[in-house]
């Protein structure tokens, strides 16, 4: 069974009202994860692995507060349900899988990273070994994904002063005319942050949601390339502020409770923030940064 979901339209092109934004449009996959039983033949959170029987498994060879553990499955994406993922060479399938437990110093799970080419995969590990104990919020409940792809416009603080400026102006707004909900009216620029630019919950590509630090730009330690966002890893699919991303097909669910946080893969990472993977576009290593 296929699982679709559906973002609704923006209340405005935004791009339309300061054109200075257009340039700055990035594609994003949302992958709305949502419970099922995912096999590894299927794009998943928390689902099986595609992971080749002839090769062992993963531990965890650092210091963490708790027994040696495997590395748990995060996530798994095939190229064919997220094109933005440009995997390298023939390769077609993005793992993830991490410790289920925070690390010192900067108290986040360490993230290994596989690039695979399925057809290659004909033997499936069948039993992979399982954490005996996993830290709260760290393991993932097994979701399908329902990819989809919206447009994002970066975090208001990664914009430059000029656009910031227009963005929080009320008279900008209301010159062009536009409908804005009233309660903007003192911070305008904050109808932009939660309903214009960047989606929230699990993604691929798009802009990183900034949020616990201010923007930095990620370089790759081995070639200086500018890093590009890979995979946000959510603590919610949404909550109270950015209700105007809940996909059609879950609307009835979300206005129940106003203040219902919606978070299906039961993932909270580091005090309920974004696991931020960014990935060098030139030599694919990688690193990760709290959101
Ligand atoms: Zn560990
Ligand atoms: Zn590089």
Redesign the pocket.
């Known amino acids: 069974m296929n699982v679709i979901r559906t973002t609704p339209p923006r209340p405005l092109d935004v791009a339309a009202v300061f054109p200075q934004l257009a340039p700055l449009a990035r594609t994003a996959t949302r992958l709305h994860p949502r419970p099922g039983s995912p096999s590894p033949y299927d794009s998943s959170v928390g689902g099986p692995l595609l992971w080749p029987a002839n090769q062992p498994w993963l531990y965890?060879d650092?210091w963490?507060e708790g027994p040696v553990?495997p590395l748990l499955p995060v996530a798994q994406l095939y190229a064919r349900d997220a094109p933005l993922l440009r995997p390298p060479g023939r390769t077609d399938l993005l793992q993830v899988l991490w410790?289920p437990?925070e690390?010192p110093p900067e108290y986040k799970p360490?993230i290994a990273l596989f690039w695979r080419t399925a057809a290659d995969v004909t033997n499936v590990l069948a039993a992979p070994p399982k954490p005996s104990e996993v830290q709260y919020g760290y393991m993932p409940e097994p979701c399908v994904l329902a990819p989809e792809q919206v447009t994002e416009y970066p975090n208001f603080l990664e914009l430059g002063k000029e656009l910031q400026q227009q963005l929080s102006d009320w008279s900008a707004w209301q010159a062009a005319g536009v409908t804005v909900d009233d309660s903007y009216e003192v911070a305008p620029q904050e109808f932009y942050m939660d309903e214009l630019s960047v989606a929230p919950g699990w993604k691929v590509g798009g802009w990183t949601p900034w949020g616990l630090t201010d923007p930095v730009a990620r370089f790759c330690v081995a070639c200086g390339a500018a890093m590009s966002p890979l995979l946000t890893i959510a603590s919610d699919e949404w909550d109270a502020s950015n209700k105007g991303w809940v996909p059609y097909e879950d609307q009835a669910l979300a206005v129940l409770d106003d203040a219902r946080v919606s978070n299906p893969p039961g993932v909270q990472v580091s005090d309920a923030n974004h696991l931020q993977l960014y990935v060098c576009p030139k030599c694919y290593t990688h690193t990760d940064l709290i959101q």
Request: glycine share 0%.
């Open positions: 965890c650092k963490h553990s410790c437990f690390h360490p």
